[in-house]
Each structure stands twice: as C-alpha cells, then as structure tokens.
C-alpha cells in the first residue's frame, strides 16, 4: 500500500501508455478476406505472424511475471504500472496475431491438419519454434530472483530498439490496410516499451558491479540472437532447430512478402539490425 514515485519520466511514460490504448477488435477486419490471397501467401502470413506469436504469445506472460516481482520487491509504483502496461499492449499484440491467424487459416497455426507440402513445412517449423520458446521460458523465470531487473530488461532493450524501427517500416511497405493499422500500433507500442527500458537501465546502471555489467554484454548478445528469429533470419547460437528449417523459413516469409505483408528484405533487415546494435552500443559505452 505504497505509491512511491521516484522516477517522474516512468509515471509520465505510464500516462502515456493510457492515451495510446486501442482496441485491436477495432481494425477493419471485415477487409481481410482469405479470398484476396493464394493459398500459398496464406499459409505464408499465417506462418509470419505464428513466428511473432512465439515472442508476443509470451510477453503477456513475461511482463506478467516481471509486474508480480516488481511488487514483491517493492519496486517504485511506476515500474510497477509500466510493466502492467507492457502486459497489457503484449495481450494486444498476440490478439493481433491471432485474429490474422484465424481469419486466413482456421485452426492455425497448430490445431489445423496440414494437406499440402507447404502447409507441413509451415506446421514442422512453427513446433521447433514452439520448442525453442519453452527453453527460453524456464530460463527467464529461473532468473527472476538472481539478477535486478536492469539486468534482466538489457536483452530486452536490444529487440526494442530493433522492433520498433521495423514495425514502423513494415507499417508503410505493406499493402494491405489491417497490416498497416497493425504495424503502425505496434510500432507505437515498442518505442515506448524502449523509453520504459532506457529509463530503468538510466536509473540502475551506475550502481552496478563489474559483474554485472559482463553479463549485461552477454545478455544484449542473447537478445540479438534470440529476435532475430522474428527480426532477421537465426544465427546458429541459442536455437535447436533442423538443418531445413531455415530453408523453408526463407519460403514461406516470402510468400507472405508475396500477401503484401510488408516484410523486409534480408538486406533491408540485416540494415534495420545495424542501425539497432550502432544505437544500443551507444547506450551502453555512456555507461562503461
């Protein structure tokens, strides 16, 4: 029963996350007609959007757990409330892969029978990724209660920085208008879960030891390597993944690039990444 503000920008961000709410069910849905694309470019949206769902189908989750520690250690109110915010805009985010999900294929991305070789490869992918997000959740919550959340947020901050300058691309290379409306939200959403993260580390980071600070370094090198699968293509660390699936990933992310999804190219995300890593590199070297 405390309200302790020791960090105004946090309270001001919170009030922010306020007037930026939405409500996904809002989106012109009725526009997005599984008519309007091949067979092919379906599955392929549906799979684009299921590799997002296995980040945003556990950031509710993730920022769950981190609202619950954040009270158990008494954090100041406003951390408390932007982690509740960031619960809150993950729930919309994963609503906004599933409706697209429903809509162009019924019952996926899991609880559909495939038919096609296509549809296989698709289904075959997204269980490795399935896979890889159940060992990427038991270690998040077993790390709860070694390291201070500053710690924990830096691998965050790393795909920030990258998704929110991707959705924004996204958002005006896509053809079709809930893909638009979609990307443009997110993108929204990720700038200002940035400035929460950036405010957090501002605070915490001249206190931290030697230690930490290594672990900092490992934990931007997890965050890049872990969101690459969503924000580039996965290097060969972290991810258990079969020799082909990396084929069938570059298949597929072009059928939806095909749907006018509004995917970057490999270029075009190997640059947005560049861009990411040079802004975080000045972030941290401010702060040893």
Known sequence: MEWRVETPALAELYERSKRH?????????????????????????M??????ANFDGSGPAVFAKATIHAFEQHAEDPIRKCF???TRDEMNHEECCQRV????????????????????????????????????????????????????????????????????????????PVFREIFKKVGQDEARHLAICLKILENDWPGLTSEHKTLITKQLRAGFVFLSMILWEPPNQFWE???????????????????????????EQAENWRLALARVRAMVEAWG
């Open 84 to 86: 509740f915010s960031i």
């Open 47 to 52: 799979y684009w959007y299921a590799v997002l």
């Open 101 to 176: 999900i429903q809509k162009l294929v019924p019952g996926g991305p899991l609880d559909f029978s495939p038919t096609t070789d296509l549809e296989r490869a698709a289904v075959n992918n997204i269980e490795w990724l399935y896979h890889n997000g159940g060992r990427y959740w038991k270690g998040y919550g077993e790390s709860l209660n070694k390291y201070p959340l500053s710690v924990l947020f830096t691998s965050f901050m790393m795909g920030e920085v990258a998704s929110s300058t991707l959705f924004f691309g996204m958002s005006k290379k896509a053809t079709h």
């Open 241 to 267: 993944i079969p020799d082909y699936f990396l084929a069938n990933h570059r298949v597929l992310v072009q059928h939806a690039r095909d749907g006018g999804l509004g995917v970057l190219t490999y270029d």
């Open 21 to 45: 709410i939405y409500n996904p069910s809002d989106f012109p849905w009725d526009e997005l007609r599984p008519e309007d694309f091949t067979p092919e470019q379906r599955v392929g949206i």
